[in-house]
């Protein structure tokens, strides 16, 4: 067993929570310069002196987006600006965006976390890496490349889109793992079939590092199988630097969050109180090793729950269940709770089916309908009464899932809109009157 | 006055040449180990010990685009695969593209250019820099970012495109220096106008870089003027890492190329003999700090001169004049032979002409002919006559500049295609046979 760290990622709890503690006394005290938390801490009494254990983290008020909004661009930042080296900011469709300060150390820190994280799926300095990430603003594309330089892979910075070169890039360069958007990991493949290419056994493809959209095991096992590589679930946010805040082993269950880095909390949405063991809540963030620009109690939105036991691997950093999704892509339909993504699950089960599929949900008379549009695989008979049989099927399957009933419409592959970005899977057309 | 590297920017010639040689052998010694220069080291009988001194440097054949090519990807890689960290690809629209390896000592010396670059005209720790290049493969993009990095400023990597953003960044952030092709610089400054903004009073605006494209004399002071900045000529080629390759200083009078780093030659592009003094040539390129990839007499098709003389700035590195253009890029028309940026000289010096302009060739009969449409700024009048004469002025300059009369055309602003890439200046649309 190999590790990039390994006093850090196999520290003992006891140790590890010690660690917790010093550090989140110093981002206190650090903090303390931000306009935005010398306020926050006056307000509430807290100071490094106040906080004798971890759970006394919870005398700090959340963090929102809104905060990050509000105090745009520069009212978090704990250090002078002339201190930061790097800004990145949403692309603030609506209102504000926001913007995540970073100093030199803080860069330095991040890539080697995305350094950790990529050996510890077996990436090596051997390895040729391709990022097929957007660069500039986007996390994904600096995040990654200095990561992966940092951990001595060559890297190629392909950045997104332009399929065809991907592919060219893959063969001659003899590129050995990607960074991918899940979407675009099967389109990817798609493509290479298409002409004539078998990834499995004309690259050198192994490892793909598939995030930046929630995705379900069943996607994870096609793009397998496609490409024939190991593909492993990487979680990131940009208000923690980017990718790299968890990752998945190489036992494949679950994601390690690397806490030496973050303070991690899970609450209920409502309540705001913190779940039982094991149970789904959402995800709250503190940064204890950044200086730029600290977060305490972030509420991520991301919902998931600590998965219970050790890992195999050795590493004493806890494991998060795969993501659900945030909680703003919940849908609400006829009073039922439900992702995208355990619409997906069922999708991916069916290998008649292919990658691409379309949720549209909208209001027919009084009544709210969900249509679900799916393309067939390549490979598939356009014989009527298996399609109807099929159909039948997958509605069974999504109805107990799902606990509604939606409509299916089995479609021919190449029909449904092509996904080179992330991935737009839901279409809410709803009335809202 | 103020250096990044003293001893370096300002060592005696003397020095620098010695430099040069040791420099010189020590990277024949290395790229012994490339397939491709072992066989010509081997053809021509070049070892280290055979080069006693800078002349000597005669003694190896020139390195072209079409050797690039041939060895395309790692044939002329000096150092293992394994040990290179970056990979940064031409387009390649035509034939196989041009790859260059970068060794992580390599990336960090050109982090170091760049800054040594940026230093020298002035720009500091304090500073907001935006990036409007392109990332990914092309090397304005990360080439900028480390270097800016290195120098400690607030990176802004917005990448290219998207306008308005772009914008909002310069506002939002205080940003004060720019990385930003010629072409879009005016484009982006008329958006600014065009709602409302005056970026010499609105934003905070100090400094730009401007390169990746041929520009005049007249079209950097036109940048200058409407943005309210100091604007600086950088050179950069992909085979040569990127930009950082020749800059200006604060003198505006050459750019100084960096000859610790690369020996420079201006040959004749069709005797491949040393010009004169002076004289204007095809400049010739050896890399003296590269590891992972080192050029010998890299034939680069870039058109300039030495300029005589001391620079006031001190620094002993020497200066080339304002680059032609490629020798590709030169235009043969009824035998006279002519560069774009001559044309773009002349409508830059008439207030009354826009920035945009095409040039198209054509053959009419048996005649080629060259028509120039150009547009008219924002602030002029439409009356006739007054328009008339304009066009008979410029024709008159056009002619005494070209040696051959231009058809041209005034249109109105914003009749032709708005350039956000690199600008097409030219469209040669002549009979070949």
Same mark, same amino acid.
């Given at each position: ?25 110093k981002t206190i005290e650090l903090a303390g310069n931000s306009p935005f938390y010398s306020k926050v801490f006056k307000e509430n009494g807290i100071t490094a002196d106040s906080i004798q254990s971890l759970d006394d983290l ?221 149970? +789904? &809540? ?5 940064? *204890?090793?950044? !200086?730029?620009?600290? #977060? %305490? ?5 991301? =919902? ?59 209001? +027919? &008379? ?5 249509? *679900?549009?799916? !393309?067939?695989?390549? #490979? %598939? ?5 298996? =399609? ?46």
């Amino acid at each position: 067993m190999e590790y990039w760290q390994k006093d850090i990622e196999t520290m003992s709890r006891k140790d590890l929570e010690k660690l917790q503690l010093e550090r989140l006394k110093k981002t206190i005290e650090l903090a303390g310069n931000s306009p935005f938390y010398s306020k926050v801490f006056k307000e509430n009494g807290i100071t490094a002196d106040s906080i004798q254990s971890l759970d006394d983290l919870q005398k700090i008020p959340f963090t929102t987006k809104d905060d990050l909004r509000n105090n745009y661009p520069y009212g978090m930042a704990a250090i002078p600006i002339k201190d930061c080296v790097r800004i990145h900011s949403s692309s603030g469709t609506t209102g504000n965006p926001t913007v995540v300060l970073h100093s030199a150390k803080d860069l330095d820190q991040w890539a080697n976390q995305v350094a950790r994280c990529m050996y510890m799926v077996g990436i090596r300095d051997t390895d040729v890496f391709q990022n097929t990430s957007g660069y500039g603003m986007f996390t994904g594309g600096l995040g990654f490349q200095y990561g992966a330089e940092k951990l001595g892979c060559l890297t190629v910075p392909a950045a997104a889109g332009n399929t065809k070169r991907q592919i060219k890039f893959i063969t001659d360069f003899g590129t050995t793992c990607l960074h991918i958007i899940p979407s675009y990991a099967t389109r990817l493949a798609e493509v290479m079939y298409e002409i004539g290419l078998d990834p499995r056994r004309d690259t050198k493809l192994h490892t793909v590092c598939i995030g930046a959209e929630p995705h379900s095991e069943e996607q994870r096992r096609r793009i397998e199988q496609l490409l024939g590589v190991k593909a492993y679930n990487c979680f990131g946010m940009s208000e923690m630097n980017g990718p790299g805040v968890a990752f998945e082993c190489t036992e494949q269950n679950g994601l390690h969050i690397w806490e030496d880095n973050v303070i991690v909390e899970i609450v209920d949405p409502v309540t705001l109180q913190p779940v039982k063991e094991g149970e +789904v &809540g959402e995800m709250v963030l503190t940064t *204890i090793n950044r !200086e730029a620009m600290p #977060l %305490f109690r972030y509420r991520t939105r991301d =919902l998931t729950c600590f998965l219970p036991g050790d890992c195999p691997c050795g590493r004493t950093h806890r494991r998060l269940a795969r993501f659900k999704g945030r909680s703003d892509d919940m849908i609400i339909l006829k009073g039922v709770n439900l992702f995208p993504i355990q619409i997906e699950k069922i999708l991916m089960q069916f290998k008649e089916l292919g990658s691409n599929y379309l949720i549209t949900i909208e209001t +027919v &008379g009084n009544n709210d309908e969900m249509l *679900i549009e799916v !393309e067939l695989s390549d #490979l %598939f008979t356009d014989d009527y009464s298996v =399609l109807q049989r099929l159909a039948k099927d997958v509605t069974r399957q999504l109805k107990d899932e799902l606990l509604l009933t939606p409509h299916l419409k089995l479609v021919a592959k190449g029909s449904l809109p092509v996904q080179e970005g992330k991935a737009v899977r839901v279409k809410d057309l709803r009335k809202l009157c």
